[in-house]
């Protein structure tokens, strides 16, 4: 099914995915409260990520560095 392929894919861990983007776990976990990122669970109920998850991270941290850099420029 459509939603076993979405887990196969979602391979990477919560702590590899905070590691990788430079951001805490629980910052991962407020993202996907605002629906920024989506997380599968596997059978243990573990957070899993698809890859395409490092490259929104980026994107999100650059969105709110440019805010912030802005911010201080007023």
């Keep these: 099914?459509?939603?076993q392929k979405k887990l196969i894919d979602a391979t990477l861990t919560v702590g590899y995915v905070a590691k990788r983007s430079g951001v805490k776990v629980s910052t991962l976990h407020f993202y996907e409260t605002k629906h920024l990122i989506k997380s599968w669970r596997n059978s243990g109920n573990q957070r899993r990520y698809k890859p395409d998850v490092l490259r929104r991270v980026a994107v999100i941290k650059r969105l709110?560095?440019?805010?912030?850099?802005a911010d201080d420029m007023q």
């Excluded at 709110?64 to 850099?69: E, G, M, P, Q, V």
């Design 1 to 3: 099914s459509a939603e």
């Design 64 to 69: 709110l560095y440019t805010s912030d850099a």
